[in-house]
């Protein structure tokens, strides 16, 4: 058995996981609280659907990246709100309940909205007309991978919320594992081809995960504990899915290399805001 035969399981398997620790913790009246600010909901729509994915594709445009690496940061622009964003929130001291209701709603959101702005962004790429990309096959695989693990955790969490405290961590902890085995393995399968990559290609993620983050706080409202929140949520962008995305249509492609290191750069510096944050308590 190849690496890469693999690493597409493993990260089903951490997506389907991820998810469904998620539904393990969040309530349903989270959710609901989330979506009693309209204003910020449509706000943090702007930002993670539309303004952080248009600033990402002029960074793309502008350094004049190759198509491949380009498809990868497109990937990661059309899936936003990683499910790690609530516990940056809490390094931060940001809205925790916030970031989860809003997490939980973009997972939703995503299992159609995702594929379907990968396609634009896609159509936006210079030299990227052929570019092939199933995005029913790709819904298919979100619902299955997002929505329905994500349903199977909130629905334990009402039905028995004590099978599902004891559930969460264990789960959260095992799919974070398998993860980090599908990160080294495309690494390892793919380090010349990461060690290569130009300067500018860093840059262009690195300006790209603090445009983003600028974006999501500036349009997080008045308090400064939800702006960190959706700050950070725009800046993270959703790890699993676009790996997942990315090993479904291009696996054979530098574009799942570009959706590692882009991987890699929003955890590093979403950590450091995180920790900046929550020690300075500005």
Same mark, same amino acid.
């Given at each position: 058995m190849t690496l890469e035969s693999l690493i597409r399981p493993l990260t089903i398997i951490t997506v389907f996981g991820l998810l469904l620790s998620v539904g393990l913790r969040v309530k349903v009246g989270q959710i609901v609280e989330a979506t009693r600010d309209p204003a910020l909901v449509a706000r943090s729509l702007l930002a993670n659907f539309v303004l952080a994915p248009l600033a990402i594709l *002029? #960074?793309? #445009? &502008? &350094?004049? #990246? =190759?198509? =491949? !690496? @380009? !498809? *990868? %940061? %497109? !990937? %990661? @622009?059309?899936? =936003?709100? @990683?499910? %790690? @964003?609530p516990a940056f929130a809490g390094i931060a001291k940001g809205n925790v309940p916030v970031a989860a209701g809003h997490m939980v709603i973009y997972s939703i959101l995503a299992v159609v909205v995702t594929p379907v702005l990968c396609r634009l962004l896609f159509r936006a790429l210079p030299n990227a007309d052929a570019v092939e990309f199933n995005i029913v096959a790709i819904i298919i695989s979100l619902l299955l991978t997002v929505f329905l693990p994500l349903s199977i955790g909130i629905a334990i969490h009402s039905l028995t919320p004590k099978l599902a405290a004891r559930l969460s961590r264990p789960v959260n902890v095992s799919s974070l594992v398998i993860l980090g085995v599908a990160v080294v393995l495309i690494f390892i399968d793919r380090f010349e081809a990461l060690s290569a990559l130009e300067w500018k290609v860093f840059l262009a993620m690195i300006l790209s995960t603090e445009i983003s983050l600028a974006i999501g706080y500036a349009l997080g409202g008045p308090s400064v504990s939800t702006r960190r929140s959706i700050g950070l949520g725009t800046a993270v962008r959703n790890i699993g899915v676009a790996i997942l995305i990315a090993t479904g249509s291009f696996a054979d492609s530098p574009a799942l290399l570009s959706v590692l290191a882009y991987s890699l750069i929003v955890i590093t510096l979403g950590l450091a805001h995180s920790v900046f944050w929550g020690r300075k308590g500005l």
């Open positions: *002029g #960074l793309v #445009l &502008f &350094f004049n #990246l =190759p198509t =491949p !690496i @380009a !498809i *990868g %940061m %497109m !990937i %990661m @622009a059309a899936a =936003p709100f @990683a499910p %790690m @964003a």
